[in-house]
């Protein structure tokens, strides 16, 4: 059976490290609170001259080089954002261009934080249809720039950074995608949005003004949706699997909140030493979260090649899927 083989993973953060204690300069926060109520420490912010193509690019290249391939070697380039470098065209687009990709198809996915399982998953299609034999997937977010940096509740959330991986078909053995699940549910739609901006709202000065064109969050709804989002999808793909927790060796969540992170845990009744956390050190990087986390892991050596990873995610939308890889 043809499966695709996660070959190469990346990432990137940017240079300038902003611990918690910065943001209580200028905002009613403390630390403290943030790290209680969150389990963040600092978050990267990129540099006023980056884009969230350069980011990308960035992660993509060292997931080639880990890979041992080239950018002509890849037929197939899905960017998982809300946060291109402008409206139109793709964000893909110029990250293709930064590559040197000259003739794969190159699109993005707009999923929110569930978005690189939403890129990984169609990248998957791809694959095992053969209509692609090595896709590259990058989670990327340059999120400093859509938050409103006068409200509390949301500006200690966030952080910018990237992840890729690449994808390789493979006929033998037993590496690879074994499980995706995606779902969407539109009824939250509003919990998680920039209301302007679009159609619905063509961004005016007033607009600007209010900041319509930065992210609003309902947090606790987001909180509640997160908790229950991420243990069903994790179930599904378990029972899909016909394994169960204790079969797997790393949970890669999406990094949004310890506190969520936690109770997914406990209602799993999986090992909290299987979870993997980047969370305090890079805040919430939305479709960057998790090819971050999955490529520090690979680094350390905590992931090795071989072990059999769950990763879900859950975000605006609500979006939110799961998957199971053996890497
Ligand atoms: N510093 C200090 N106090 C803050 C604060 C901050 N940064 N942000 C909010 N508060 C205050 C609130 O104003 C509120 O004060 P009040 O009781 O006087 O009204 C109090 O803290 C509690 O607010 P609440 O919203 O109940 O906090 P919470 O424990 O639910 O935590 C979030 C808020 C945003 C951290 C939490 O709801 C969350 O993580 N939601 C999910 C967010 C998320 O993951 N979004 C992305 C989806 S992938």
């Not at 993005?108 to 978005?115: F, L, M, N, P």
């Not at 995706?180 to 003004?209: F, M, Q, R």
């Not at 790393?250 to 090992?271: G, K, M, T, Y």
């Amino acid at each position: 059976m043809r499966r695709s083989v996660v070959v190469g993973t990346g990432s990137y953060l940017p240079a300038r490290v902003v611990p918690n204690a910065d943001l209580a300069t200028f905002l009613d926060t403390t630390d403290g609170w943030i790290r209680e109520r969150t389990g963040i420490g600092a978050r990267r912010i990129a540099a006023d001259d980056e884009v969230t193509s350069d980011l990308a690019a960035h992660a993509a290249r060292r997931a080639l080089d880990r890979a041992q391939l080239t950018p002509e070697d890849v037929d197939l380039l899905i960017v998982a954002t809300v946060t291109p470098d402008s409206p139109m065209p793709a964000c893909a687009v110029r990250v293709q261009k930064k590559l040197g990709i000259t003739r794969a198809p190159a699109f993005d996915v707009s999923a929110a934080c569930a978005g690189f399982l939403f890129g990984l998953t169609i990248a998957d299609q791809f694959i095992r249809c053969g209509t692609a034999r090595r896709a590259i997937v990058v989670g990327v977010e340059l999120l400093s720039r859509i938050i409103d940096w006068t409200d509390r509740t949301t500006a200690v959330l966030f952080g910018d950074g990237a992840g890729a991986v690449v994808l390789e078909a493979n006929e033998s053995g037993d590496r690879g995608v074994e499980v995706v699940k995606i779902h969407t549910d539109g009824a939250l739609a509003d919990a998680l949005a920039i209301p302007a901006g679009g159609s619905a709202e063509p961004l005016t000065a007033a607009g600007l003004a209010a900041q319509r064109n930065k992210v609003h969050m309902v947090g606790q709804e987001v909180f509640r949706a997160a908790i229950k989002g991420l243990g069903d999808v994790a179930e599904e793909v378990l029972a899909e699997a016909k394994i169960t927790v204790k079969d797997v060796d790393a949970f890669v969540f999406h990094q949004a909140n310890l506190r969520i992170l936690d109770a997914v845990a406990e209602r799993l009744h999986l090992d909290r030493e299987k979870l993997v956390l980047v969370l305090e050190e890079t805040g919430n990087t939305s479709s960057a979260s998790i090819p971050i986390a999955l490529d520090a892991a690979l680094r350390s050596g905590r992931i090795r090649q071989g072990d059999r990873v769950l990763m879900a995610a859950l975000g605006a939308g609500v979006s939110w899927g799961g998957a199971l890889v053996r890497v």
